[in-house]
C-alpha cells in the first residue's frame, strides 16, 4: 500500500460545476498538506497549503483536511475549462529535521464547456 | 523573478551515455530534490539535499548521481546504469524546517534513442 493514495481518474465534469478531489493516507505523521497543479508538460504548480485540521479557502479553491479521518480534499467551485489539469496532493512530515514532500499519483481533470 | 530553472527542456541520450541534467534556484532555498514522473505513477523521489556538501538517496536513486556544490545548484547525472531513464524529470526547492512548501522548476524531458 502507498503511503498516499489518490484515483488517478480522469475526472470529467462540465464548465461551472463542482469538482471534489481526495486524497487518502496511511502515515498519521503527515503534519503539512499540499495541493499542485499541473498542465501537460509542465512542473507543478503550488495551489493551497494547509498544516492544520479544517478548511482554508483561497478564491474558487478550498482545501480541506480530516486528520483524524487521514483524509484530504481539494474543492474546486465554478470549475473552468481552463482548470483542466493533473491535480496532485503531496504531505510531509518532520524526519530528523527533514521534510520530504510524499506525493500522490495525481487526479487528472477535465472540464468540458 | 525568483524561481528555479531546469535545462535543457528536452534531452536525448544515446544508450551507454551519461547525461546530466541542469537545475538552478535563486529562491534562497537550503533544501532541493530530484523528482520522476512517469505516467500513472505520480512522482517518485530521487535524491534530495537540505545543506550545501550534503545529500540523501530518495526512493528510486539508482542509477543516479547528484552533487551539492553551491546552494544555487543541484545537478542530476543520469548514469548508464539506469537502464530505463525516459522520463519527465523535475527539480524542486524548498526552505528547511516548519512551512516546507516545495517549488518546482518547469521540468526536463529525457529521451533514450
Known amino acids: 500500500q502507498k503511503e498516499v493514495e489518490q484515483d488517478p481518474g480522469p475526472l470529467s465534469v462540465p464548465e461551472g460545476a463542482i469538482v471534489s478531489l481526495n486524497c487518502t493516507y496511511s502515515n498519521s505523521a503527515f503534519q503539512y498538506f499540499m495541493w499542485y497543479r499541473q498542465y501537460s508538460r509542465k512542473g507543478p504548480e503550488l495551489l493551497m497549503y494547509?498544516?492544520?485540521?479544517g478548511n482554508k479557502e483561497d478564491g474558487r479553491f478550498t482545501a480541506q483536511v480530516d486528520k483524524s479521518s487521514k483524509y484530504i480534499s481539494l474543492f474546486i467551485r465554478d470549475s473552468q475549462p481552463s482548470d483542466s489539469a493533473t491535480y496532485l496532493c503531496a504531505m510531509t512530515y518532520a524526519s530528523g529535521g527533514s521534510y520530504i514532500p510524499t506525493f500522490g499519483r495525481g487526479t487528472s481533470l477535465i472540464v468540458h464547456p | 523573478d525568483g524561481g528555479i530553472t531546469q535545462s535543457p527542456k528536452y534531452l536525448f541520450r544515446k544508450e551507454g551515455q551519461n547525461v546530466t541534467l541542469s537545475c538552478e534556484q535563486n529562491l534562497n532555498h537550503d533544501a532541493m530534490y530530484w523528482y520522476r514522473q512517469d505516467p500513472g505513477q505520480g512522482l517518485r523521489l530521487i535524491y534530495y539535499s537540505q545543506i550545501v556538501n550534503d545529500f540523501q538517496k530518495g526512493d528510486i536513486a539508482e542509477g543516479y548521481s547528484v552533487s551539492r556544490e553551491k546552494k544555487e545548484s543541484f545537478p542530476l547525472t543520469v548514469t548508464s546504469a539506469q537502464k530505463n531513464p525516459t522520463a519527465f524529470y523535475l527539480c524542486?526547492?524548498?526552505?528547511?524546517?516548519?512551512?516546507?512548501?516545495?517549488?518546482f522548476g518547469q521540468g526536463t524531458r529525457l529521451t533514450v534513442v
Open positions: 524542486a526547492s524548498s526552505i528547511r524546517g516548519g512551512r516546507a512548501e516545495a517549488f
Open positions: 494547509t498544516y492544520s485540521s
